[in-house]
C-alpha cells in the first residue's frame, strides 16, 4: 500500500485524493480500499446506509483518525504527514453536535474565533456576524443546550466557519432536521461553495445527495460501489422506471411475472406489498405493460414513469433499498 | 422548551449574502498564551452557567470537616478541639486530592460529546486545552481549601505556622493537586464513561487517603501497614501540610512533596498528551 504514495501525483484541481483507504475494527472492515478524487469548489456527497463507513472516512480525511492502509492528499498535503497544514485549512462538523453546550451561542462562537487566533474584540466582532447571518442573533445570549435541533446544527456549522475553511467536512448535517431547518442548511452549504468552500458532506438521503451534491459516491460495506454525478448514477440505472400502485397485493406477483414475460424487463418489489417496480427503457413499452395488465384483469389503482431515483439507483446497486439495509444492520448490531 | 420553536417559525430567516459567512482574513495563529487564555475562559464560563459543578469545592468540604471532626473527634482524640489541629490539615489534603478527579470527568465529557474532536481539528498547541482547564481547577482548588481553613478557624483550629504557614501549606496543596490532576485527565482519556472512572477513581482514592496519616497517627499501625503510609502520597503531602501550619515544617519535607509531584507530572502529564494526540 505505501508504495502507491509515489503513484499518487499531487493535482492542483483536487481537494481531496485518496487511494485505498482502509481502517478496520476488530475483524470488521469498516472502509475497505476507498479510492477518492474530489475536485475544488463542489459540493461532493457520500451516500450510504447506516454503517456504511461515512464517518469513518470522514474522520480519517480529518486528522482524527490515522488510516490502517491507503494514502490521501488533502489541499496537496501529504495525509498523516503534514496534519498541521491541512487541520490549519480544514472544518470538521460531526454527526453529533460538537459545541460546548453550557455555553451560549455567542460564548462558543467567541472561544472558536479566538482559537484561530482572533483578538478579543475581533474575536466578539466576528461571533456576532457568523449569529446574525445564521439567524440565531436572538439566541446569542441562551445557552446552547436551549436551542432546538435546527438551531443546534446551525451553530455547529458556523463554529466550523469562524474562519472559511478551504475544505470542510459536514456528517450528516440534516439528520433528525425538518425540512425547514433542511433547507436552511442546503442554503448554507451552496453560500459556502459559492465563497469558494469544498465541501464534503455524508448524507443517508437520497433527496439530499441529488439535490446538493455536485458527486456522489454511493457507500456500501466500506466500498464505494458507484461514482458520479447524480444523472450520470441515474443513466447507469437505466432510463426508466415504472412504478406501479396494484389495487389487490395479491396481483404482485402474477403482475411482475406478466411484466417479466411480456415487456422482457427486471422487476423488483418494494416494502410495499402492493407495488411492483420495473425497470423500462422505451417508453412506448409503458402503455403496452399497462395494457397487459389491464387484459389479465390485474387492477391498478396509480402508475408513474420516470427516471429512476436515487433510491432505485442504491437498489439496483446493492440489490436491497437504503432503508431496508439500514435496517438490516440493527439488526446484526 | 416552546419558545425557540415560536420564534423560529414566526420570522423567515433570511441569511444574508455569502459574503457576511466567509470570512474576510485569515488571523495569524493565536500564541501558546492566548490560547491557554481561551480554554481558561471556557472553563470561567462552565462555572458561570453551571454553578452546580462547585459544590464539589463547597459543600463537600464543609461536610467532611463538620462530620470528622464532631464524629470521630471525641471517639479518637478524645476532644474536637484538639482533635481539629492534628485533623484539619489532613483532611484538607484529603477533601483536595479527591476533588482532582473532576477534571478528569470533565475531560472525559468534552470527548463523549465530541468538543474535543473540533479542538483536535484545529491548529493549535493542542496542551493548552488541558493546562487552560487545568489552571482554572487550581482557582477551584484554593477556594475549596479557604473554605475548609475558614471554617476550621470558626471551629477553634489556631495554626501555630501563622498566616505565612497557612500560605505554604495552600501553595503545597495546590501544587500536588496540580499534578495528581493528570493522573484523572490520563484517565479520563482512557475509560468510556464517566461512572467508569468514579469507580476508578473511588479504587484509587479510598486507600490513598484512609490508609495515611490523615485520620491516625501511623505509629499505632501494624509496622506493614506503617511501610505503606510512609510512602504514600497523600501522607506526605499531610505531613508537610501539617508542618507548615503549625509551624514545624523542616525543608525534608517540603521536597518530598515537591518531588513526589514533579514524578506524577513528569509521567502523567506527557502520557496523557500522548494519548490526548493519539485518542482514536
Ligand atoms: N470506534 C469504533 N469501534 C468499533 N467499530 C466501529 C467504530 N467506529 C465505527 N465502527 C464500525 O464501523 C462501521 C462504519 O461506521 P461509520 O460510523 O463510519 O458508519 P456511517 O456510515 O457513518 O454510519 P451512520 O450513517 O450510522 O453514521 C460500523 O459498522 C461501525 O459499527
Ligand atoms: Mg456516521
Redesign the pocket.
Known amino acids: 500500500m505505501l508504495e502507491s504514495a509515489k503513484q499518487l501525483p499531487r493535482s492542483d484541481f483536487l481537494a481531496i485524493e485518496a487511494k485505498g483507504l482502509v481502517k478496520i ?2 475483524k ?1 472492515r ?1 472502509v475497505d480500499g476507498v479510492d477518492l478524487a474530489i475536485p475544488k469548489g463542489m459540493v461532493y456527497g457520500f451516500l ?10 470522514i474522520r480519517m480525511l480529518a486528522t482524527l483518525l490515522k488510516p490502517d492502509a491507503g494514502v490521501a492528499h488533502v489541499l496537496g498535503h501529504d495525509l498523516g504527514k503534514e496534519n498541521d497544514e491541512i487541520r490549519s485549512r480544514i472544518s470538521l462538523t460531526g ?1 453529533y453536535a460538537s459545541i460546548d453546550e453550557d455555553l451560549t451561542g455567542m460564548e462558543n462562537l467567541t472561544m472558536m474565533a479566538k482559537l484561530m487566533g482572533y483578538s478579543r474584540r475581533e474575536a466578539k466582532m466576528r461571533a456576532s456576524e457568523l449569529l446574525k447571518a445564521f439567524g440565531l442573533e436572538e439566541a446569542a445570549k441562551r445557552q446552547v443546550k436551549k436551542y432546538s435541533g435546527g438551531m443546534r446544527r446551525r451553530i455547529d456549522i458556523a463554529a466550523s466557519i469562524v474562519v472559511t475553511p478551504d475544505l470542510l467536512f459536514l456528517d ?1 448535517p440534516t439528520s433528525g432536521l425538518d425540512p425547514r431547518s433542511r433547507n436552511q442548511v442546503w442554503d448554507i452549504v451552496r453560500m459556502l461553495v459559492g465563497s469558494g468552500t469544498t465541501v464534503l458532506l ?1 448524507t ?1 438521503y437520497l433527496e439530499e445527495a441529488d439535490q446538493l451534491a455536485d458527486r456522489i459516491a454511493v ?1 456500501n460495506k466500506g466500498k464505494i460501489i458507484a461514482e458520479g454525478t447524480s444523472s450520470e448514477l441515474k443513466a447507469a440505472v437505466g432510463s426508466g422506471t415504472l412504478n406501479i400502485q396494484l389495487v389487490r397485493p395479491e396481483d404482485r406477483v402474477r403482475a411482475g411475472n406478466l411484466l417479466q414475460q411480456k415487456i422482457l424487463t427486471t422487476v423488483h418489489h418494494s416494502g410495499d406489498s402492493a407495488s411492483v417496480t420495473a425497470q423500462i427503457n422505451d417508453p412506448a413499452l409503458v402503455a403496452e405493460a399497462i395494457s397487459e395488465l389491464a387484459r389479465e384483469g390485474i387492477a391498478i389503482s396509480d402508475f408513474s414513469f420516470g427516471r429512476p431515483s436515487l433510491d432505485e439507483v442504491f437498489l439496483s446497486l446493492t440489490g436491497h433499498s437504503a432503508e431496508g439495509e439500514a435496517d438490516a444492520e440493527e439488526e446484526t448490531l | 422548551m416552546t419558545d425557540y420553536i415560536e420564534q423560529d417559525a414566526s420570522r423567515t430567516v433570511e441569511f444574508p449574502m455569502s459574503e457576511t459567512i466567509a470570512s474576510s482574513k485569515r488571523p495569524a495563529r493565536p500564541t501558546v498564551l492566548a490560547t491557554i487564555g481561551a480554554f481558561a475562559t471556557r472553563a470561567l464560563l462552565r462555572i458561570k452557567h453551571v454553578p452546580e459543578q462547585m459544590f464539589d469545592v463547597t459543600l463537600f468540604p464543609v461536610i467532611f470537616l463538620l462530620m470528622f471532626t464532631y464524629l470521630f473527634g471525641g471517639a479518637i482524640a478524645g476532644s474536637t478541639a484538639e482533635y481539629l489541629q492534628f485533623l484539619l490539615p489532613g483532611i484538607l489534603v484529603m477533601t483536595v486530592s479527591q476533588i482532582t478527579m473532576y477534571t478528569g470527568i470533565d475531560l472525559n465529557n468534552d470527548i463523549r460529546k465530541g468538543i474535543f474532536d473540533r479542538f483536535r481539528t484545529l491548529p493549535i498547541w493542542l496542551p493548552a486545552a488541558l493546562i487552560g482547564a487545568l489552571l482554572v481547577d487550581v482557582i477551584r482548588y484554593s477556594i475549596a481549601s479557604i473554605i475548609m481553613i475558614g471554617l476550621g478557624l470558626l471551629l477553634g483550629f489556631r495554626p501555630e505556622g501563622g498566616f505565612i504557614g497557612v500560605m505554604g501549606a495552600l501553595v503545597l496543596i495546590l501544587i500536588f493537586s496540580f499534578s495528581l490532576s493528570w493522573i484523572w485527565t490520563a484517565l479520563g482519556l482512557i475509560v468510556r464513561s464517566e461512572k467508569s472512572l468514579m469507580m476508578l477513581s473511588f479504587l484509587v482514592m479510598m486507600p490513598l487517603t484512609f490508609i495515611s496519616n490523615v485520620f491516625v497517627d501511623p505509629s499505632t499501625l501494624p509496622s506493614w501497614l506503617q511501610g505503606f503510609v510512609s510512602i504514600n502520597p497523600i501522607s506526605i503531602l499531610a505531613t508537610a501540610v501539617r508542618g507548615f501550619m503549625h509551624g514545624t515544617v523542616t525543608a525534608e519535607q517540603i521536597i518530598w512533596v515537591l518531588v513526589v509531584s514533579v514524578i506524577l507530572t513528569a509521567i502523567f502529564a506527557p502520557f496523557t498528551m500522548y494519548l490526548y494526540r493519539n485518542k ?1
Open positions: 475494527y476488530g470488521q469498516a450510504g446506509p447506516n454503517g456504511a463507513g461515512k464517518t469513518t472516512t454527526q450528516e455524508t443517508q457507500i | 482514536e
